[in-house]
């Protein structure tokens, strides 16, 4: 059974960059799609980004709202996703969340709506002077 654990949350001013990062156990990611939410208290979870795990310089896609602040990465040797957070405004504090299921990579925003079986436990990150 795959389990996806969360770091890297925190407090920044805006501005600010943090990096989260969510290392699963229990199994590989390779072959694994992997998509980064998030969501603010009584508002819909947000899709930010979806990644082939085993191709992820083939396989990256941002949603608009956060392409070119956001980056995606992986380090194959620990298991691990990460997701750079630059540029920081008040506006993205939220619950992060990593997910991970065996789906097909789609370069569009109905990559969010795949049914992903494992997720992360969230990463608070608070954007405030």
């Known amino acids: 059974q795959l389990r996806l654990v969360e770091s890297g949350g925190g407090l920044v001013q805006p501005g600010g960059s943090l990096r989260l990062s969510c290392q699963a156990s229990g199994g590989t990611l390779d072959y694994h799609l992997i998509a980064w939410f998030r969501q603010v208290p009584g508002k819909e979870r947000e899709g930010l980004s979806c990644l082939g795990y085993s191709i992820p310089h083939l396989a990256t896609y941002y949603t608009d709202s956060v392409k070119g602040r956001f980056t995606v990465s992986v380090d194959h040797a620990k298991n691990t996703v990460h997701l750079q957070l630059n540029s920081l405004q008040p506006e993205d504090t939220a619950v992060y969340y990593c997910?991970?299921?065996?789906?097909?990579?789609?370069?569009?925003?109905?990559?969010?709506?795949?049914?992903?079986?494992?997720w992360g436990q969230g990463a608070q990150v608070t954007v405030s002077s």
């Open positions: 997910a991970a299921d065996t789906l097909n990579f789609v370069r569009d925003d109905t990559c969010f709506d795949h049914p992903f079986d494992y």
